[in-house]
């Protein structure tokens, strides 16, 4: 089924215009509430970078196993560096899904109070200003992202900064995913199985082919892709979690292309926001009332990055 997800500007926001920027703010928050899903135009992360980055993806995935496995640090636990074919898979789920990945994350200046809190990003050799580009189009998710979480404060009727001192050099990723050709049929495994975000919210710059899907409230799985020029943004557990399940955290997968297109190729580059680990993920005063009674007991974003990651295989318990 075609997805019906609603797209929004997110200029209005930035707008001067008051009643421009409340509509942006009601209709994220609805979206969220809803679908748990939007797309945004007007986001202000520059296409040439995103095109030169994914050219450059297309080639790192395209070397040879043994010189990828040389950028594969597995105690990172996935977080920085080459993550190989099947080593990731969803929680709950048994099978490894069908894709490697390349992951980095925050840089802090070298004078900064807090250096040396994440483990420093991964450089290639074989490919030039692969990692350094990949650093720009990191920050310029971030940019973008910390608007968006602005608008969300103001949804739920918080500070509108009240995520800002959370996020600054927060331990988010940018993640760049390779689905390889399905040579075999597959036992029961899929390009991304069933799956929620682990983060606060997920910001995904287009896909070189069509397979994501999200579940609604009606138990359907919608096709979702974003129109040109647009980005997909969803609300991830981290956000469920703080706001009691008033914003959604939807179920989301990809699936395998038809049997005719098992040969082709898929790349995709989703930022994970998340805050940095201190984060008290306790639930909104707000958000829990007689309607909606307290969900989750209190743990802060570290803890539950753990957690998680423990779940989904990529670190040992």
Not at 125 to 140: A, H, M, P, R, W
Request: hydrophobic letters at 35%; a negative charge.
């Amino acid at each position: 089924m075609s997805s019906s997800i609603p797209s929004i500007n997110l200029q209005d926001y930035l707008s001067q215009d008051n009643a421009l920027k409340s509509a942006f703010i009601s209709e994220l928050g609805k979206a969220y509430e809803e679908f748990g899903f939007v797309t945004v135009y007007n986001h202000g992360i520059s296409d040439d970078l995103v095109n030169r980055y994914y050219k450059k993806v297309e080639q790192f995935f395209s070397l040879p196993e043994e010189q990828k496995r040389n950028y594969e640090i597995v105690e990172l636990a996935g977080q920085r560096g080459y993550t190989s074919f099947g080593r990731e898979h969803a929680k709950g789920s048994e099978a490894p899904d069908l894709k490697e990945f390349w992951q980095l994350g925050q840089e802090i200046p070298a004078d900064h109070a807090l250096a040396g809190l994440y483990p420093p990003n991964v450089f290639i050799k074989e490919i030039e200003g692969f990692t350094e580009d990949g650093i720009s189009l990191f920050q310029s998710f971030e940019k973008t992202g910390a608007i968006l979480l602005r608008a969300i404060a103001d949804y739920l009727k918080l500070d509108t900064e009240y995520f800002s001192d959370k996020i600054e050099f927060g331990n988010s990723i940018l993640r760049a995913i390779h689905y390889p050709p399905i040579t075999a049929e597959p036992a029961s495994s899929i390009r991304a199985e069933r799956h929620e975000d682990i983060n606060l919210i997920t910001l995904l710059v287009g896909a070189s082919a069509d397979g994501l899907q999200l579940l609604n409230k009606q138990g359907e799985w919608l096709n979702i892709k974003a129109p040109e020029g647009h980005i997909v943004v969803n609300v991830g557990d981290m956000l469920q979690r703080l706001t009691n399940n008033v914003l959604s955290s939807t179920t989301h997968r990809v699936v395998n292309p038809p049997r005719e297109l098992w040969h082709t190729h898929r790349y995709s580059i989703p930022f994970f926001l998340h805050p940095k680990s201190e984060m008290d993920l306790t639930c909104l005063p707000s958000c829990v009332s007689d309607a909606n009674p307290l969900a989750y007991q209190p743990i802060t974003a570290g803890a539950y990055l753990e957690e998680r990651l423990i779940e989904i295989g990529l670190l040992k318990k």
